[in-house]
């Protein structure tokens, strides 16, 4: 069973930078795709960005222009950079792997922005 790995998260004021990082303990490189989501205290699941195997990517509006997903399939570990950061993108943020329908999720790293 893969096991993923996130870690980076933290305590930063509005307008910060962090970068998360989702290490998975096997090959990422033909996975059909990564993904980070994040969950704020009373309220759901939400997807924050995904990259497919082709290297497409695909963010939720709220961050779009400033979240970048990557991934370095050497190491197999994916990012998240998070730039002007904003106290609505509070939460637990969790990496997910998809590969042929079956899903993999991380323990999740929490990222709290400060007003």
């Known amino acids: 069973q893969v096991q993923l790995v996130e870690s980076g998260g933290g305590l930063v004021q509005a307008g910060g930078s962090l970068r998360l990082s989702c290490a998975a303990s096997?090959?990422?490189?033909?996975?059909?795709?990564m993904g980070w989501y994040r969950q704020a205290p009373g309220k759901q699941r939400e997807l924050v960005a995904l990259?497919?195997?082709?290297?497409?990517?695909n963010y939720a509006d709220s961050v779009k222009g400033r979240f970048t997903i990557s991934r370095d399939t050497a190491k197999n570990t994916v990012y998240l950079q998070m730039n002007s950061l904003k106290p609505e993108d509070t939460a637990v943020y969790y990496c997910?792997?998809?590969?042929?329908?079956?899903?993999?999720w991380g323990q999740g790293t929490q990222v709290t922005v400060s007003s």
């Open positions: 990259i497919t195997s082709g290297g497409s990517t």
């Open positions: 997910k792997r998809s590969n042929r329908g079956y899903d993999s």
């Open positions: 096997g090959s990422i490189f033909s996975v059909n795709a």
